[in-house]
């Protein structure tokens, strides 16, 4: 076979392959082949209304009216018409019952479906956005509070006058004969039986109960039980 022979039979062996271009090959775009633009249609109805802030429609849903109602009758039920309750926290409800039943806030505690909930929660976090307008939470006094009133308050109780030289003497004579009556021990106060005799022991008890398992029905039963055993062996 000649060489010319052999070329020709060489590209007529390439010619049907494809073409490969290098990766800085550039097209001419004058030659692509013309076709239309596509146009998105034109809203029937022009722009929809943009929706209302969720925020003004939560602010305006957050408002409710809440009940603090006691475990026992004999402390009174507090209405708190049109509170906030994504910001009223658990410990303002606290306070608001403190102030109006003068009850030591410390000696309160706050209930929802009969389970103690944190101070630091929101009354919107604890109910949820299901729970509607009308709540009602549960207020237990711990056992030994009492009401202060404003004579029994320490900023109504006058200061104290100094005690005179012969004052200091008598004071420190009845002293001295208390604890000699009592046979050198001084006196404390109640202890042992006669504190577990009271109910504010069992008050507290109850509430310690309720606070750790979180179930009113079944501390109650546990101080009973306690109760009952210590009643047989006294």
Excluded at 84 to 109: E, N, Q, R, W
Excluded at 196 to 205: H, I, K, P, R
Aim: aromatic share 6%; charged share 20%; proline share 9%.
């Amino acid at each position: 076979m000649s060489e010319l022979a052999f070329c020709k039979t060489f590209l007529g062996a390439i010619d049907s392959r494809p073409i490969k271009l290098s990766s800085d090959y550039v097209s001419d775009a004058r030659t692509y082949p013309a076709t239309g633009v596509p146009i998105l249609p034109r809203l029937p109805t022009g722009h929809p209304q943009r929706p209302a802030p969720r925020a003004s429609q939560d602010a305006a849903s957050s408002t409710a009216s809440i009940t603090l109602k006691p475990m026992k009758p004999s402390t009174p039920t507090l209405p708190l018409p049109g509170t906030d309750a994504s910001k009223t926290s658990v410990y303002d409800l606290k306070s608001h019952y403190a102030s109006a039943t003068g009850i030591p806030a410390s000696k309160i505690k706050i209930l929802y479906k009969k389970k103690p909930v944190a101070d630091s929660k929101l009354v919107s976090e604890i109910v949820g956005a299901d729970a509607g307008t009308d709540l009602e939470f549960g207020v237990m006094i711990m056992g030994g509070a009492t009401a202060v009133t404003p004579a029994e308050s320490p900023a109504a109780t006058p200061a104290a006058a100094a005690p005179s030289e012969s004052d200091k003497g008598l004071a420190g004579a009845d002293a001295a004969a208390d604890t000699a009556a009592s046979g050198g021990a001084t006196v404390v106060g109640p202890s042992g039986k006669d504190v577990v005799a009271t109910e504010a022991f069992w008050g507290d008890l109850n509430n310690f109960m309720l606070q750790r398992i979180k179930d009113e029905n079944e501390s109650e039963r546990l101080v009973g039980v306690f109760r009952k055993a210590w009643e047989s062996d006294r």
